[in-house]
């Protein structure tokens, strides 16, 4: 072969690496009451960081779903086909417990044990989450309905994944989805015109028409329609008991930005059964029990792509050489790297904290709850807004080989802004969080009593932490300043958990750039002195 084309300079594939030795993972892992589950956590970190498993994912994006209306023969069949890919992973994320599983278990520390398999699962692809994430999510808020939920729990909690449409009670294991949002109303389910009617049989029948329905093979949905008494909360199966079709048609497959793997649709619902799920005229206090749930998935899931990210960015870096060094050594491409890493450990810090609130809130904890309340939705508007920006700094690593499809930054770059917009984009979430305030007093307390633990120890820390009291203080124009707010609110936790629980240099790098002023716009531009070396490290994929 000519010497043009010898191949030098160039990073070594990744190949396996053990993506479960992470050390702000494991350190979370054990502080928020899962230890006992750290082998198991670390077999999926093993097989989620294997070239096998990786593979599953761009085939799985390679191929997105395909919407089959009919049959040969004429008949309507609404089926989504998926390349085989996706059925491996959703197989392998269903038995090892990402989705349901956890209210099935009565030991301390189950939804924190998922939270870590979930957000190391999802580096490997995360688009097939979305039905995984949704399933673990309808538990809470269809135990409104006990007859429903003493029919269906079992089912979702089963570690089968039984993909097809047929009778749920013939099916091994079920997927369930949610179908809200409507063209002319979005985040404002209020606006809602699908129609319930109540019917002789004890259930309704619901028309309208749904426009944003994320993976509608799932086995049933909780929608919201217009009953007699208000906007209600239903559960609408694909498939009757008796082995017939319900009248809902899946009308066209979105073509998205990113989460290709996953189908997303817009529904049709013509007289479709449906059951009532809480009371009628209470949809939304109803179905909110489905949106924490997703919201704290929305948190793992931007977690985890800034950990991917991360890795290849470093991987490059280190195989990589210019201007006579290896390029992780240039002194600016180690601020960059470290920012990034960061980033990342900070959010694997808050959402581990986050999932052990939910742990010991569904376990009857009182303050658990109320700091739940609050610091998921303030960790759902800041995490999912900073992927964007962190997959770009990361892929930029990579200069033009991140460009190109076979690196899989910019897969990794296309989904990122999915967390963002889903279940109430930026401003929804700041709104929310307002809300909260305004509704459940205990919840702003339950906060600030977090960030009392890590007071006294950080002088830019304790100054944040005052204007963030002022600024609470001020209630002029705080809608218009809201986003500002919940930021400072992010900030403040993100760096308490790092004060408390992380080594030194990365807290006192955090607390610095992100609190102390000593940090530009843009991903790289941490203070002098902080070492980045000893974060870098922590970063480090190990094979």
């Not at 023969?73 to 992973?89: K, T």
Request: proline share 5%; with cysteine.
């Amino acid at each position: 072969m000519p010497p043009t084309h010898e191949v030098f300079n160039q990073a070594a594939p990744l190949g396996d690496y053990s993506a479960g030795e992470d050390p702000a993972l494991l350190e979370g892992l054990r502080r928020e009451g899962a230890e006992w589950a750290e082998a198991d956590v670390r077999a999926v970190g093993d097989a989620a960081g294997s070239e096998r498993v990786r593979a599953w994912g761009e085939s799985a994006n390679a191929y997105p779903p395909v919407l089959r209306t009919h049959d040969r023969y004429g008949h309507r069949v609404d089926e989504v086909d998926y390349q085989p890919a996706y059925h491996v992973l959703m197989d392998q994320a269903v038995e090892h417990g990402m989705h349901a599983a956890p209210w099935a278990e009565e030991r301390a520390g189950a939804h924190v044990a998922r939270a870590a398999k979930f957000f190391l699962w999802s580096q490997a692809e995360s688009g097939h989450g979305c039905p995984v994430s949704m399933t673990y999510a309808v538990v809470p808020a269809l135990r409104h309905a006990p007859e429903l939920a003493q029919r269906y729990e079992p089912l979702l909690t089963a570690r089968t994944y039984d993909f097809g449409l047929r009778a749920p009670h013939t099916k091994h294991g079920l997927l369930a989805g949610m179908s809200m949002t409507e063209k002319q109303g979005g985040s404002d389910v209020r606006a809602n015109t699908t129609r319930a009617v109540p019917s002789s049989g004890g259930h309704y029948l619901l028309t309208g028409h749904k426009w944003f329905t994320s993976a509608p093979m799932s086995d049933f949905f909780l929608t919201l329609a217009q009953a007699p008494e208000g906007l209600t909360c239903f559960l609408v199966p694909r498939v009757l008991e008796d082995g017939s079709r319900n009248g809902l048609s899946v009308q066209r497959l979105k073509d998205k930005l990113g989460n290709r793997s996953n189908a997303s649709a817009e529904l049709e619902y013509d007289g479709a059964v449906a059951h009532l799920v809480g009371e009628p005229g209470r949809g939304v206090p109803t179905i909110i029990e489905m949106v924490n749930s997703t919201r704290l998935d929305c948190v793992i899931g931007s977690a985890s792509g800034m950990r991917a990210a991360v890795v290849q960015a470093l991987h490059h870096a280190e195989h990589r050489r210019a201007f006579g060094a290896a390029l992780v050594d240039q002194p600016l491409m180690r601020n960059v790297l470290a920012d990034l890493a960061l980033e990342s450990e900070a959010a694997t810090a808050l959402m581990t904290r986050l999932a052990g609130a939910v742990d010991r809130s569904v376990r009857g904890d009182g303050s658990e709850s109320a700091f739940r309340r609050l610091g998921v939705a303030v960790g759902k508007f800041w995490v999912t807004k900073r992927q964007p920006a962190h997959a770009a700094e990361a892929l930029e690593c990579l200069g033009g080989n991140g460009y190109v499809e076979e690196s899989g930054m910019p897969r990794l770059f296309r989904d990122s802004p999915l967390n963002s917009i889903w279940e109430g984009s930026g401003n929804v979430a700041a709104l929310d969080v307002l809300r909260a305030m305004g509704r459940s007093p205990e919840s702003v307390e339950a906060f600030f009593a977090e960030l009392g633990t890590a007071a006294g120890v950080d002088d830019h820390y304790d100054a944040a932490v005052k204007r963030l009291e002022q600024s609470l203080g001020d209630q002029e124009e705080v809608q218009y300043r809201a986003r500002s707010v919940v930021e400072l609110m992010a900030l403040t936790l993100q760096a308490s958990l790092l004060l408390r629980y992380a080594p030194t240099p990365v807290a006192e790098a955090f607390t610095a750039s992100r609190l102390g002023g000593e940090w530009g716009h843009v991903f790289g531009t941490l203070p002098r002195g902080t070492d980045t070396g000893l974060i870098l490290d922590r970063a480090r994929p190990r094979s």
